[in-house]
């Protein structure tokens, strides 16, 4: 898999302690994007699902782990491993989230073993194109027109909570790549961020 980060503990992307993990590569390159830096793959995040299962398993025997959010670039685009990793993540917990720009019914006609079985494991799927003037600050979705899919009823009561508890919030990591910032972000993000770091340049 072209992996560009693995954060835990996320509590920003869905209930409790999460691990989050973000791929690389997406053809739709949606205007407003918080992630354009992920659009593209590269070879130096290249990582096979046995390598990633390992670091997952690291930080799954010293710390608590409530669930996975999954988001890039596009999830789906690595559909094959993806389906692979997820059967494991189950081991840890059921409550895995992906975020994916395309539509869960059109996800669900598509001919793919791979895809049916990402659908039929994950717990929430959180599906739609980024849509930069529909931005509204809701919670867990970069734009209104994206929907909350839940795929494992188990989960129904506890995301409802989450919704009516919660308010998007922006929580920032420290990684070998400087700081990243995870959460949805307000409309106009990635404008205003190169901005600010075209006059810092400029200093």
């Known amino acids: 898999m072209n992996i560009a980060r693995i ?14 993990i973000w791929v690389c590569g997406c053809p739709r390159r949606c ?21 990633l ?3 997952i398993g690291s ?3 010293t710390h608590k782990v409530d669930g996975f959010t ?4 596009e999830p789906m685009a690595q559909s094959q491993a993806l389906a692979e990793l997820i059967k494991y993540l189950k081991t840890v917990s059921a409550d895995i989230l992906v975020y994916t720009g395309y539509k869960y019914e059109a996800l669900s006609k598509q001919k793919s073993d791979y895809i049916d079985d990402i659908l039929s494991s994950v717990a929430v799927l959180i599906d739609g ?3 930069e003037e529909l931005n509204t600050n809701i919670v867990l979705r970069g734009s209104e027109n994206q929907n909350i899919v839940i795929l494992n ?3 129904k009561a506890n995301y409802k909570n989450y919704l009516e508890t919660t308010h998007n919030q922006i929580q920032n990591f420290t990684t070998a790549d400087g700081v990243v910032s995870v959460g949805i972000h307000h409309r106009g993000f990635s404008e ?12």
């Open 53 to 55: 299962k390992d670091i």
């Open 7 to 20: 954060l835990y503990p996320v509590k920003v992307l869905g209930p409790g302690n999460r691990i989050g």
């Open 31 to 51: 205007r407003g994007c918080s992630n354009p830096e992920l659009w593209e793959q590269r070879p130096k995040y290249e990582i096979t699902v046995q390598e």
């Open 59 to 61: 930080i799954v025997d």
């Open 129 to 131: 194109q980024y849509i």
């Open 70 to 73: 999954i988001s890039g670039g």
């Open 192 to 203: 205003a961020l190169s901005t600010r770091i075209m006059d810092i340049e400029e200093v």
């Open 153 to 155: 009823s188990a989960y």
